[in-house]
């Protein structure tokens, strides 16, 4: 008898003055009953829920970026400072995504030809009568570079 499992071999590559997603954002599979909100931390990856919200099943996960600099500089990260709507797929229906929060500062000072990381985390709104599905939507996050 012969077992021959397969591996997955991944690669992210940064380029200089660039931004590349690594990880999307995942509020995981939550139950609603009176409505109520989940939280991910971005330092930590926690979910909190509040109200009639019940985290069921699923990992979840702020979202993970990575950049790299050119020389020695200051960079700016930006997340969005309003909610945004998620809509659900096959449907029109949508959800409020906002209090978008960074794992430290939002200007990070780098070393020459540094990579540097961060997570974005959030906290989404699920009212009592949200349609069951799955929901999806963008996140805008840049980075200026000087």
Do not use: C, W
């Amino acid at each position: 008898m012969q077992a021959s499992p397969k591996a997955k071999a991944e690669l992210a590559i940064v380029r200089p003055l660039s931004l590349v997603r690594i990880a999307d954002m995942d509020f995981a599979t939550l139950g609603v009953t009176t409505g109520g909100t989940a939280t991910i931390d971005p330092v930590s990856g926690n979910m909190v829920v509040s109200g009639g919200i019940l985290h069921l099943s699923g990992t979840p996960s702020p979202a993970r970026y990575a950049g790299a600099a050119l020389k020695k500089s200051v960079v700016n990260i930006k997340v969005p400072n309003k909610p945004l709507l998620i809509r659900r797929v096959g449907g029109t229906e949508t959800l409020s995504v906002s209090n978008f929060t960074l794992d430290g500062q939002d200007k990070r000072t780098l070393a020459q030809q540094a990579l540097f990381t961060f997570a974005v985390g959030a906290q989404i709104t699920v009212p009592a009568n949200a349609v069951p599905g799955i929901y999806v939507g963008d996140i805008d996050v840049t980075v200026q570079y000087p």
